[in-house]
């Protein structure tokens, strides 16, 4: 049984310009959250997405948007890509549907902007 | 709005030794809480969590936390660490009424000393 995946694993941008992120959640789960894991922090939440639709939003400018694809995978874009965007980006997956309130972490996309 | 506060930044421990790490959160509703570890260079694993029931929990590798409602708190202790233990341990906490939007601590490197 897959757990959660990201691609890439690494990645390096230069300010100003875009990047998108995937996740594919873990058999059997239908929430993704997303993260954002600063050098020597805890990770901050940024959106959650369940059944396509964006839930809840963490305090993170509209530069930060997702999407959510009927196969349950979804995608981080960041634009105008900021030196402070640099991070450990973090997908979780989770089963609302099952009532499950634990969360699995993928490996993360560390993103390093320029 | 909640928040988690872990107390100490960095616990240098000799292995065999017992170890604890403090967590305390902020919140005026009912909460689950959550201990995460952080290997170098990998993302989350979910070590125990608290929903209902008994306020002590365990992990299968030794692991054990107790949930204090009156005093908002939910410690991690071990009592003889290994090596392997050397990592970084994350306290998070969830609102019933929000989901499972988690807030995390800022964490407590664990560094285990032979």
């Known amino acids: 049984d897959a757990g959660v995946t990201q691609s890439p694993t690494h990645l390096i941008k230069t300010r100003g310009q875009q990047v998108t992120l995937r996740c594919s959640p873990k058999?059997?789960?239908?929430?993704v959250s997303w993260y954002q894991q600063a050098l020597g922090q805890g990770p901050q939440f940024i959106f959650q997405?369940?059944?396509?639709?964006?839930?809840q939003r963490g305090n993170f400018p509209d530069r930060f948007s997702g999407h959510q694809f009927p196969n349950y995978s979804s995608e981080l874009n960041v634009n105008a890509l900021l030196l402070g965007d640099s991070a450990l980006y973090l997908c979780?997956?989770?089963?609302?549907?099952?009532?499950?309130?634990?969360?699995?972490f993928g490996p993360g996309t560390r993103l390093t902007v320029t | 709005a909640q928040s988690v506060t872990q107390l100490d930044s960095q616990v240098p421990v000799f292995e065999e030794a017992p170890v604890e790490l403090r967590c305390n959160y902020s919140?005026?509703?009912?909460?689950?809480l959550f201990w995460y570890v952080q290997y170098p260079n990998q993302g989350l694993q979910l070590l125990l969590k608290?929903?209902?029931?008994?306020?002590l929990v365990e992990s299968i590798n030794g692991f054990e936390a107790e949930f204090n409602k009156s005093q908002t708190s939910f410690h991690l202790r071990k009592p003889s660490v290994h090596i392997s233990d050397t990592a970084e341990y994350f306290c998070?906490?969830?609102?019933?009424?929000?989901?499972?939007?988690?807030?995390f601590g800022g964490g407590t490197r664990v560094l285990v000393k032979p």
């Open positions: 979780a997956s989770s089963s609302l549907l099952q009532g499950q309130y634990e969360q699995y």
């Open positions: 058999s059997g789960h239908d929430t």
């Open positions: 997405y369940y059944e396509e639709e964006e839930r």
């Open positions: 919140s005026s509703v009912s909460v689950y």
């Open positions: 608290y929903l209902s029931g008994s306020t």
């Open positions: 998070a906490v969830s609102e019933e009424a929000a989901g499972n939007k988690l807030t």
